[in-house]
């Protein structure tokens, strides 16, 4: 991990340990010593479909963090049924793939999951989930949610 | 001690005089003229000093000037003396702003000095009639108003800038989104403080280093997006933020070689857009620049397997295929986003209905 990867990461770190925002958990130990590795953990909104559910997100940065996107997927035993999330823990976001801004940070990746789970209608994987799931990638950002070909 | 040119227009005796003059850094506009004055015989109070389109004040350093051995002064006495008093000895003139260029000489970003010159004849013999107040008025011809002490130049006549690289003096063009962290922000990707940031006009800020590194990011994909009347550019880093690099040379912070490579991608983007070309699976093929080449040829079952395995963006009619994924469409053609089930603008209602 680059200087600059590594002081960014600690800054943010540093953000979320002493200002949290509501329904984003962080655990004083938890990212491992490297910065690499973090899981958070997110708890349903008032009112919502997942009111007071805990789940956990775990995010990978890679060396070209903040330039290139962490990777971020649910993990642990309960990940939320949701029409955007898969039952391997995936999450279609576009965020997380084309749209992600280097100003994009691990807190503002955790409110759009959030507002992501609020607004669901209905509790369900999306409709591809088995076949999802057998096919894809262990790594989501591999994953290409949308796909063009170049003119033929 | 550095030499200068120093031309003396004397309109009271229609002469022209050329000297060169040893100027050291920490003298004065006062002590200069005193100087001349006495290789001319021209009391000093009689002449005045133009230079950067101003009247100098006397009591400017020689230094705040960067002049080089290429600057010319010009110092003017005037036909008739002004009635007025000789400006107050003590007041000084100031020609130094933040400017910053990329240098193609030096290969870098460098401090800039802003020159103004002649449009007719080039000179630096000029009064501007009034200062400019923005980036138009300097990047713009015909803005300004000029008076040429010239013989050969009319009344009515403008200014043309120029912004030099202070180490090298090479003509650059100018980086109008670059600019001194003087609020002492932060820079919205790395949280540092920076000295020189980039700020698009929307005041998120965003520090050189990281402003290149998420250039060379961009450009790996190409993500440029083409937005008339820029070309080929890119939003500001910050999330959600619509402002846009309105100048390429900015693409210039990558280096020269990237700044190619950007070039050229945002030329075959162009030309792939305007329909008018092909890409080719072979580009030194020799005959590929006859009609009949095989790779201009799509034979029928070709065409037929497109046809089935693909619709076409609603905004290009580029060709896609949906090989997996959610029904959302981002059309890496033309940016436009649409349904893969509809065939029309992604809507709030695809967004929940149409995903797979």
């Known amino acids: 991990m680059s200087d600059a990867s590594r002081r960014r990461l600690l800054k943010e770190l540093n953000q979320l340990q002493t200002e949290s925002p509501p329904g984003i958990i962080i655990d004083k130990n938890s990212p491992d010593s490297d910065l690499k590795q973090w899981r958070i953990g997110v708890v349903g909104a008032k009112g919502t479909l997942y009111e007071g559910e805990v789940f956990t997100l775990q995010f990978t940065f890679g060396s070209q963090y903040p330039f290139s996107s962490p990777e ?35 807190q503002s990746v955790c409110l759009s999951i959030l507002s992501m789970l609020s607004s669901a209608r209905e509790k369900k994987h999306p409709m591809d989930d088995a076949i999802y799931v057998r096919t894809c990638s262990k790594n989501p950002s591999k994953t290409r949610w949308w796909f063009h070909d170049d003119k033929v | 001690m550095d030499e200068v040119t120093i031309v003396v227009l004397d309109k009271k005796k229609n002469v022209r005089k050329n000297l060169s003059l040893k100027v050291g850094n920490e003298e004065k506009i006062d002590d200069l003229l005193q100087n001349v004055g006495k290789l ?16 100098l004040g006397r009591a400017t350093k020689i230094r705040d000037l960067q002049l080089t051995p290429a600057t010319q002064l010009t110092l003017l006495r005037p036909e008739v003396c002004s009635s007025q008093k000789p400006e107050n000895p003590e007041s000084s003139t100031t020609v130094n702003s933040s400017f910053y260029v990329f240098c193609k000489k030096c290969d870098s970003v460098k401090r800039a000095k802003l020159r103004v010159y002649c449009e007719n004849c080039q000179g630096t013999s000029i009064l501007v009639k009034n200062e400019p107040q923005n980036w138009a008025d300097v990047l713009k011809t ?36 670059a600019r001194g962290n003087w609020q002492k922000s932060e820079c919205c990707i790395c949280s540092d403080e920076n000295i020189l940031v980039i700020d698009l006009g929307c005041n998120h800020l965003t520090c050189l280093e990281c402003f290149k590194l998420y250039l060379e990011e961009n450009l790996e994909n190409f993500n440029f997006k083409l937005k008339p009347p820029h070309g080929f550019t890119i939003t500001c880093p910050y999330t959600d933020c619509n402002r846009v690099v309105q100048d390429v040379h900015h693409f210039y912070l990558m280096g020269k070689s990237k ?87 992604w809507t709030e209602n695809c967004q929940w209905d149409h995903w797979f």
């Open chain 1, 72 to 106: 971020v997927m649910f993990v642990g035993d309960t990940i939320p049924a949701h029409p955007h999330i898969y039952s391997n823990g995936h999450i279609c976001l576009s965020i997380l793939a084309d749209d992600w801004t280097p100003a994009l940070s691990v």
């Open chain 2, 40 to 55: 001319t015989a021209i009391p000093k109070d009689e002449l005045e000093v133009l230079f950067c389109g101003k009247m």
């Open chain 2, 259 to 345: 700044y190619q490579e950007y070039q050229k991608r945002a030329t075959e983007k162009l030309i792939l857009q305007s329909d008018e070309g092909v890409t080719c699976p072979n580009p030194d093929c020799e005959k590929c620049n006859e009609r009949d080449c095989v790779c201009h040829k799509t034979d029928d079952l070709t065409r037929n397997t497109i046809e089935a395995t693909t619709r076409k963006c609603p905004n290009c009619q580029c060709s896609t295929e949906r090989n997996g994924g959610c029904s959302h469409i981002h059309c890496t053609n033309c940016g436009y986003d649409w349904c893969f089930k509809c065939v029309k603008e």
């Open chain 2, 142 to 177: 015909k803005r300004i108003r000029v008076e040429c002490s010239s013989e050969t130049c009319v009344q009515e006549i403008y200014a043309n800038f120029r912004f030099k690289c202070v180490d090298c003096n090479e003509i650059c063009a100018a980086l109008t989104h």
